[in-house]
């Protein structure tokens, strides 16, 4: 892959040659997906904890209420992730250590606050984007669990991705374009950010040194590319594509290689994350009108 | 009071001076015309009245404008009035039984919907991809692909305007054509109009709104959802269904002592029934107000109520809607069709709000527009109206029911300081189905970033007007109601 600083005209054929190929390519065989609920409510954000290795993620409640579940796989168990919470909250992430953890609270009329919690000395740490309208969108927590970095709208009409330390201290724009950047997921090691972006003109995946330099384009397809995540072991990223009209969960190289598709659904397929093990994906995906969480492994794609 | 005038022409046209408001009206409906007769109208002012003609600005299902109507009645002398019979022969019927009115409440970006800008500047087109439609040349974005699939279904209107920038004053406009504020009459909304000129059947009301709630934000309701200054009884009868399919009557929850939540459950409904029947006497039964009554006749009428279950629908037709409050509200609108309520209003939440605690996710995108469009607003709409028109069609019920879907405005074509977009009252679009609709078209068109109409802009009355008249509320009928007395009918769709 080449970097977003150097060639543009060559990177373009290059990733244009390899989304043709790609796309030419017949579905990697995957094993039939698993269904994980039933409910079939509105879900998102899925993300694993990394002690009990339970599933997180949002889901609609109640007509007025997005909360964060927790499901054990094992036990097929479900609960509230914070039972007393009553406004919506989203876009959850755990540092390796399980020490912190950080989300976004929906704490006013179209507001939304980033908060962080100190697992062990219980201290909440909240991110207050001002004051009106303002909303802090997706975050990712570093694997240490020292810094966190998340999406904020610029001024100019952009969006950019803002670094902050787990105290949420010393912020720092990471980004600095004309563009909206936004979904970003640390690396296992912490050293690389993947995110969406639409400096390609459209939403499209990038990634990038965790300090914001060395911008480079992974995918580059007129339909949209979004929601990347790292695999446990960093060498793949599992992405969502509305490149054949529909939503489809992807996955291909870190380096933005050998896209291959997973997904093959009428319905959507998005929020997808993987297991801990590296094998499968989860994701939501929308099957007879219900959406629901779905399991696939993707061992035989991992070449 | 109103006086009647017929003028006679290669058709006819029936005029109206309401004395009342000295505004006048025309139309061409048999039925008014009957109506007319039956209420002794006067024609002694004939000459006079010719003479004011301007001052009608409406437009009929026909096609016959103010103009036609001034030219018509300068060259023909008295004599030429046709008689009754001639009238009802070239009258025009109603052209539908049902109006299915859905709002967008909240208000849909345009630009990221049905009329993209793609090649307008990146702050203004935003980030979506445009997709081919069945139509030549019209495309849409990317995250209604199922609509676009469909556009040999529907009409697509691409220049409405509207003259208030908040969201209760526009939702006021959209619902009555007229504004609201402190000191201003409030107008009757449109179904309430159509209640009050249909009557009151047995068992379902006229005027059914499918909703959370009133339409409202997080201050206050919109003023113009009912009957307005006509009073409650023209309000809509309000039943909430959740995204089970699961309804709910607010109103019988003013009953004391009947409270019947779930009534999609038949053992619960028996149980509730039976309860209702041992404390409901005559007397209660008149301290009732007409919406408790009516929500009482209601679930005494078997027909009518099964009108309401939605278990008595395949699964897989249920699950064609998606589990969503908005599909399956869709699903019981049809539902109604059948049951040939006249009015049924379909909102898509209650709040106009997209993200605020205690809201129910309205279109009001001021922040996250990219991230709610895509992941969830635009699915749920792409996937339970194209169903809802599947349905439709599939059963024939669209020669009899004009679908129109719509917000109360747009959104700033040019992206807001919180990537997302605002409120945009200048342009926005409109869908509409049935009736006589001819589908497969594009009505109007904005400029090149969707901030104007470059066509004719047709405002909320227009909408009013023409729903009106395809419900055969003409301009008789209107001017019988004292509503509407301006409102440019949409000759195009037809």
Same mark, same amino acid.
Not at chain 1, 279 to 295: N, T
Not at chain 2, 116 to 136: Q, V, W
């Given at each position: 892959?080449?970097?977003?600083?150097?060639?543009?005209?060559?990177?373009?054929?290059?990733?244009?040659?390899?989304?043709?190929?790609?796309?030419?390519?017949?579905?990697? =065989?995957?094993? %039939?997906?698993?269904?994980?609920?039933?409910?079939?409510?509105?879900?998102?954000?899925? #993300?694993?904890?990394?002690?009990?290795?339970?599933?997180?993620?949002?889901?609609?409640?109640?007509?007025?209420?997005?909360?964060?579940?927790?499901?054990?796989? %094992?036990?097929?168990?479900?609960?509230?992730?914070?039972?007393?919470?009553?406004?919506?909250?989203?876009?959850?992430?755990?540092?390796?250590?399980?020490?912190?953890?950080?989300?976004?609270?929906?704490?006013?009329?179209?507001?939304?606050?980033?908060?962080?919690?100190?697992?062990?000395?219980?201290?909440?740490?909240?991110?207050?984007?001002?004051?009106?309208?303002?909303?802090?969108?997706?975050?990712?927590?570093?694997?240490?669990?020292?810094?966190?970095?998340?999406?904020?709208?610029?001024?100019? /009409?952009?969006?950019?991705?803002?670094?902050?330390?787990?105290?949420?201290?010393?912020?720092?724009?990471?980004?600095?374009?004309?563009?909206?950047?936004?979904?970003?997921?640390?690396?296992?090691?912490? @050293?690389?950010?993947?995110?969406?972006?639409?400096?390609?003109?459209?939403?499209?995946?990038?990634?990038?040194?965790?300090?914001?330099? $060395?911008?480079?384009?992974?995918?580059?397809?007129?339909?949209?590319?979004?929601?990347?995540?790292?695999?446990?072991?960093?060498?793949?990223?599992? &992405?969502?594509?509305?490149?054949?009209?529909?939503?489809?969960?992807?996955?291909?190289?870190?380096?933005?290689?050998?896209?291959?598709?997973?997904?093959?659904?009428?319905?959507?397929?998005?929020?997808? #994350?993987?297991?801990?093990?590296?094998?499968?994906?989860?994701?939501?995906?929308?099957?007879?009108?219900?959406?629901?969480?779905?399991?696939?492994?993707? %061992?035989?794609?991992?070449? | 009071?109103?006086? *009647?005038?017929?003028?006679?022409?290669?058709?006819? #046209?029936?005029?109206?001076?309401?004395?009342?408001?000295?505004?006048?009206?025309?139309?061409?409906?048999?039925?008014?015309?009957?109506?007319?007769?039956?209420?002794?109208?006067?024609?002694?002012?004939?000459?006079?009245?010719?003479?004011?003609?301007?001052?009608?600005?409406?437009?009929?299902?026909?096609?016959?404008?103010?103009?036609?109507?001034?030219?018509?009645?300068?060259?023909?002398?008295?004599?030429?009035?046709?008689?009754?019979?001639?009238?009802?022969?070239?009258?025009?019927?109603?052209?539908?039984?049902?109006?299915?009115?859905?709002?967008?409440?909240?208000?849909?970006?345009?630009?990221?919907?049905?009329?993209?800008?793609?090649?307008?500047?990146?702050?203004?087109?935003?980030?979506?991809?445009?997709?081919?439609?069945?139509?030549?040349?019209?495309?849409?974005?990317?995250?209604?692909?199922?609509?676009?699939?469909?556009?040999?279904?529907?009409?697509?209107?691409?220049?409405?305007?509207?003259?208030?920038?908040?969201?209760?004053?526009?939702?006021?406009?959209?619902?009555?054509?007229?504004?609201?504020?402190?000191?201003?009459?409030?107008?009757?909304?449109?179904?309430?109009?159509?209640?009050?000129?249909?009557?009151?059947? %047995?068992?379902?009301?006229?005027?059914?709104?499918?909703?959370?709630?009133?339409?409202?934000?997080?201050?206050?309701?919109?003023?113009?959802?009912?009957? /307005?200054?006509?009073? =409650?009884?023209?309000?809509?009868?309000?039943?909430?269904?959740?995204?089970?399919?699961?309804?709910?009557?607010?109103?019988?929850?003013?009953?004391?002592?009947?409270?019947?939540?779930?009534?999609?459950?038949?053992?619960?409904?028996?149980?509730?029934?039976?309860?209702?029947?041992? @404390?409901?006497?005559?007397?209660?039964?008149? *301290?009732?107000?007409?919406?408790?009554?009516?929500?009482?006749?209601?679930?005494? @009428?078997?027909?009518?109520?099964?009108?309401?279950?939605?278990?008595?629908?395949?699964?897989?037709?249920?699950?064609?809607?998606?589990?969503?409050?908005?599909?399956?509200?869709?699903?019981? *609108?049809?539902?109604?069709?059948? +049951?040939?309520?006249?009015?049924?209003?379909?909102?898509?939440?209650?709040?106009?709000?997209?993200?605020?605690?205690?809201?129910?996710?309205?279109?009001?995108?001021?922040?996250?527009?990219?991230?709610?469009?895509?992941?969830?607003?635009?699915?749920?709409?792409?996937?339970?109206?194209?169903?809802?028109?599947?349905?439709? &069609?599939?059963?024939?019920?669209?020669?009899?029911?004009?679908?129109?879907?719509?917000?109360?405005?747009?959104?700033?074509?040019?992206?807001?300081?919180?990537? +997302?977009?605002?409120?945009?009252?200048?342009?926005?679009?409109?869908?509409?189905?049935?009736?006589?609709?001819?589908?497969?078209?594009?009505?109007?068109?904005?400029? $090149? =970033?969707?901030?104007?109409?470059?066509?004719?802009?047709?405002?909320?009355?227009?909408?009013?007007?023409?729903?009106?008249? #395809?419900?055969?509320?003409?301009?008789?009928?209107?001017?019988?109601?004292?509503?509407?007395?301006?409102?440019?009918?949409?000759?195009?769709?037809?």
């Amino acid at each position: 892959m080449n970097s977003s600083n150097s060639g543009p005209s060559h990177r373009h054929a290059f990733l244009v040659v390899m989304t043709v190929l790609s796309s030419l390519l017949p579905m990697a =065989k995957a094993a %039939e997906p698993v269904r994980l609920t039933t409910d079939g409510r509105m879900k998102q954000d899925l #993300c694993f904890t990394y002690d009990t290795q339970e599933l997180i993620y949002s889901v609609l409640k109640t007509p007025q209420l997005i909360k964060l579940q927790r499901l054990n796989l %094992e036990s097929g168990n479900l609960q509230d992730f914070h039972t007393s919470a009553n406004t919506n909250e989203i876009y959850i992430d755990f540092a390796k250590d399980m020490k912190h953890y950080a989300y976004i609270r929906n704490d006013g009329n179209l507001h939304t606050v980033l908060q962080v919690q100190d697992v062990e000395n219980g201290e909440l740490h909240s991110l207050n984007p001002g004051g009106g309208f303002a909303c802090v969108r997706a975050l990712t927590i570093s694997p240490d669990g020292q810094n966190i970095v998340y999406s904020f709208p610029e001024t100019n /009409g952009s969006q950019q991705l803002w670094q902050t330390d787990n105290r949420l201290q010393n912020k720092k724009e990471l980004t600095k374009s004309d563009f909206i950047d936004a979904y970003p997921r640390y690396s296992p090691t912490g @050293n690389v950010i993947t995110f969406t972006s639409t400096r390609s003109g459209n939403f499209d995946i990038f990634r990038m040194s965790a300090d914001g330099t $060395g911008i480079f384009q992974l995918t580059d397809n007129p339909g949209i590319d979004t929601r990347p995540s790292f695999s446990p072991d960093g060498s793949k990223i599992v &992405y969502t594509s509305l490149r054949q009209g529909n939503y489809e969960i992807f996955i291909m190289n870190a380096d933005g290689s050998n896209q291959k598709q997973v997904t093959k659904n009428p319905g959507k397929d998005d929020f997808a #994350c993987w297991h801990p093990d590296g094998k499968r994906i989860l994701y939501v995906a929308e099957v007879k009108g219900k959406r629901d969480i779905y399991s696939i492994s993707v %061992e035989d794609m991992r070449d | 009071m109103a006086e *009647a005038l017929v003028l006679g022409t290669k058709s006819f #046209c029936l005029l109206i001076n309401n004395v009342e408001t000295n505004l006048e009206y025309a139309a061409l409906s048999n039925a008014s015309y009957n109506r007319l007769n039956r209420n002794s109208f006067s024609a002694n002012k004939l000459e006079t009245e010719m003479l004011r003609l301007g001052e009608f600005n409406s437009r009929s299902c026909d096609g016959i404008s103010r103009r036609a109507f001034v030219q018509a009645g300068a060259a023909l002398p008295l004599t030429a009035m046709l008689s009754g019979e001639q009238i009802a022969q070239a009258a025009t019927q109603a052209r539908a039984k049902t109006v299915v009115f859905v709002w967008l409440w909240g208000a849909p970006s345009h630009l990221d919907t049905f009329d993209p800008k793609p090649d307008a500047p990146l702050n203004y087109r935003g980030p979506f991809s445009t997709i081919p439609t069945t139509l030549p040349g019209v495309r849409f974005t990317e995250l209604v692909p199922k609509l676009a699939a469909r556009t040999d279904k529907f009409a697509l209107v691409r220049s409405n305007i509207t003259h208030d920038g908040g969201h209760p004053g526009a939702g006021t406009f959209g619902y009555t054509g007229h504004r609201e504020g402190r000191g201003i009459t409030i107008q009757p909304s449109w179904g309430s109009i159509v209640s009050r000129h249909h009557g009151a059947g %047995e068992g379902l009301p006229p005027y059914v709104m499918l909703s959370r709630g009133i339409p409202r934000d997080v201050v206050k309701t919109i003023d113009g959802y009912g009957g /307005g200054d006509w009073g =409650k009884a023209y309000d809509p009868f309000l039943i909430q269904c959740d995204e089970l399919g699961t309804i709910n009557i607010p109103a019988l929850k003013l009953v004391d002592g009947v409270t019947p939540d779930r009534i999609a459950h038949r053992r619960n409904l028996q149980g509730q029934l039976d309860k209702i029947r041992r @404390n409901v006497t005559a007397d209660t039964f008149d *301290a009732w107000d007409s919406k408790s009554k009516q929500a009482f006749t209601l679930l005494t @009428n078997k027909q009518a109520l099964e009108s309401l279950d939605l278990t008595k629908e395949s699964t897989e037709l249920r699950e064609n809607y998606g589990q969503s409050s908005f599909g399956q509200s869709l699903l019981l *609108a049809r539902r109604l069709v059948e +049951a040939e309520v006249p009015f049924v209003n379909v909102s898509w939440s209650e709040f106009v709000e997209a993200f605020s605690p205690n809201t129910d996710f309205g279109w009001d995108t001021h922040v996250k527009n990219f991230d709610l469009l895509p992941n969830r607003h635009c699915p749920v709409l792409d996937t339970a109206f194209s169903a809802f028109l599947d349905d439709m &069609y599939d059963r024939g019920l669209m020669d009899s029911t004009l679908v129109v879907c719509m917000g109360e405005f747009g959104r700033t074509p040019r992206i807001n300081n919180r990537a +997302a977009r605002d409120h945009w009252q200048h342009n926005y679009f409109s869908i509409w189905a049935g009736a006589g609709v001819k589908p497969g078209q594009v009505i109007g068109a904005s400029d $090149g =970033k969707g901030e104007r109409p470059v066509t004719r802009g047709i405002e909320p009355t227009g909408v009013g007007v023409t729903m009106l008249d #395809c419900m055969g509320i003409d301009s008789i009928a209107r001017a019988e109601l004292n509503v509407l007395p301006d409102g440019e009918f949409i000759h195009e769709l037809f």
